[in-house]
């Protein structure tokens, strides 16, 4: 079943020195419980894409030119500000941030802010917003039943001594528990759908990894799809199911994982595997520089650097193609 469909998305910021165009016709689809990596160079749109479902971006210099973000059958771009709030973000739909201290109150306790999410997102009935609304709701913290619904979920992400945790603060943790704890209150609602934005960027490899692992076993447990941006190919090939890439705002390629990794079919795809240092020694660079977004290149935007461009590359942009079982890729010329 297909939790997120988006199709032919376009995204536009409009600054001083020109219009940006950040996404141009993307399209891309998430089933129940797959988790989708979505690849590229920092500044190609990933992050973009994220804000873009969840109806964050900007409204005083983004706009949607075009396209539809289909979630459980709805079109997001669609629904009122007041649906989006009340039933699709924090609770069908959840974040994990780059960087957990920034998105954490350093002033209120971890459990206290756990607590939060339990009493807003959780609770079906009225529940008055804003910072009057969270105080309210902070009053008496820890009642019996909540204080051990959140040291519950604290030891599913294996905090350690989870019953004294709830009484930190951000900074008393280090990076890759507040992160852990992120994810907890990411799953808490069950979503459908999770939006991962670069989770393991901020935490050294080791301590990533574990946050990579603690992710793929929760949302297979709860059947929960995730968008899982990163710049990362190693990440990604670890936790993805499927892998999508896309550069300067425009999709190359779409494949399930081993056969991403086994066949890339796009020029941009196998230049970026390329790239990346291996045991031989030497790293390989794709010539030319990203384009800018204010006036990209017509046609395909990596043309201009593609060793096997043709005239046509130029003068249009490839149509989706699927071109092995599963395996698409935006190409006229494709390795294969």
Known sequence: MVVLDIKNLTVVY????????????????????EIVGLVGESGCGK????????????????EVVSGSIHFQGKNLLELGEKEMNDRVRGRSITLIPQDPFVSFNPVF???TQMLDIMKYKLFEGPVTRGEEGFFRRCLHPFSGEMKS?????????????????????????????????MIAMAVAPQPSLIIADE?????????????????????????TSVLFITHDLGVAYEICDRVTVMYAGQMMESAPTDSFFMKQCHPYTRGLLDS?????????????????????????????????????????????AEIFPNHFVHCFNPYL
């Open 14 to 33: 409009h600054t001083d020195q020109g219009i940006v165009e950040a996404l141009d016709g993307i399209n891309f689809s998430i089933r129940r419980g």
């Open 47 to 62: 992050s973009t894409m994220g804000k873009t479902i969840l109806r964050v971006l900007p409204e005083s210099s983004a």
């Open 109 to 111: 306790s971890i459990g």
């Open 149 to 181: 619904q959140v040291i519950q979920m604290l030891k599913r992400v294996q905090i350690p001594s989870s019953d004294q945790a709830i009484y930190k603060y951000p900074h008393e943790m280090s990076g890759g528990q507040r992160q852990r704890v």
């Open 199 to 223: 989770p393991t960027t901020a935490l050294d490899a080791t301590i990533g990894a574990q946050v990579v692992e603690l992710l793929k076993d929760l949302t297979r447990q709860f059947q």
């Open 276 to 320: 990346l240092p291996n045991p031989k020694g030497g790293i390989q660079t794709i010539p030319g520089d990203i384009p800018s977004l204010i006036n990209p290149p017509g046609g395909c935007r990596f043309h201009p650097r593609c060793l096997r461009a043709l005239d046509t590359c130029h003068q249009k942009r490839p149509e989706l």
